[in-house]
T-cell receptor, first 110, second 111 residues
Framework: EPEVTQTPSHQVTQMGQEVILRCVPI?????FYWYRQILGQKVEFLVS????????KSEIFDDQFSVERPDGSNFTLKIRSTKLEDSAMYFC????????FGQGTRLTVV | RKEVEQDPGPFNVPEGATVAFNCTYS??????FFWYRQDCRKEPKLLMS???SGNEDGRFTAQLNRASQYISLLIRDSKLSDSATYLC????????????FGSGTRLLVRP
């Protein structure tokens, strides 16, 4: 069964460092998303991506965040200068209608 | 008003019980509705889409009331393995690609 894969599963980084979270969406899906979930809180929308550009983004997705689809398969989320409050589980998802999620990257900023 | 609102629970029920979760959404232009299940520290997994006419998948029944902007999920004959958080998910507005998640309702099924 096709699935969304994310790497790494866990990333620890120092405050102020840049991180890149990687995702391989399901191959025939057209829409891609990043969500985050702070421990114990709800799943929050960050950004959606369609036709090689951002289609929507939330208030959380400020200038320190960027997304890219560098080739035909990968979809990345970059956080330029991480803050302590960026510590969360980051989920990538892809869809044509129903969205399917990757297993997530747990980001810990120390 | 929250975009998608759910009772956080927890709902603590015995095996075999029937349990119902409700969800309300604020955007009348929303067109797509889903129930996801999330186990602790895992990714959300699609449980079922919710169609206007209502739909059933085994022990699970989902219903949509557009007039009241209300979605429900009914689980019959609860199993221990049903213990999880159930997330109501709605798309932002007509043709929006953004899925908005409720905070989830936690279900605990006890032996």
């Amino acid at each position: 069964e096709p699935e969304v894969t994310q790497t790494p599963s866990h990333q620890v980084t120092q405050m102020g460092q840049e991180v890149i979270l990687r995702c391989v969406p399901i191959s025939n899906h057209l829409y891609f998303y990043w969500y985050r979930q702070i421990l114990g809180q709800k799943v929050e929308f960050l950004v959606s991506f369609y036709n090689n550009e951002i289609s929507e983004k939330s208030e959380i997705f400020d200038d320190q965040f960027s997304v890219e689809r560098p080739d035909g398969s990968n979809f990345t989320l970059k956080i330029r200068s991480t803050k302590l409050e960026d510590s969360a589980m980051y989920f990538c998802a892809s869809s044509n209608d129903e969205a399917f999620f990757g297993q997530g990257t747990r980001l810990t900023v120390v | 008003r929250k975009e998608v609102e759910q009772d956080p629970g927890p709902f603590n029920v015995p095996e075999g019980a029937t349990v119902a979760f409700n969800c309300t959404y604020s955007n009348s232009a929303s067109q797509s509705f889903f129930w996801y299940r999330q186990d602790c520290r895992k990714e959300p997994k699609l449980l079922m889409s919710v169609y206007s006419s209502g739909n059933e998948d085994g022990r699970f029944t989902a219903q949509l009331n557009r007039a009241s902007q209300y979605i429900s999920l009914l689980i019959r004959d609860s199993k221990l393995s049903d213990s999880a958080t159930y997330l109501c998910v709605v798309n932002g507005e007509d043709s929006s690609y953004k899925l908005i998640f409720g905070s989830g309702t936690r279900l605990l099924v006890r032996p």
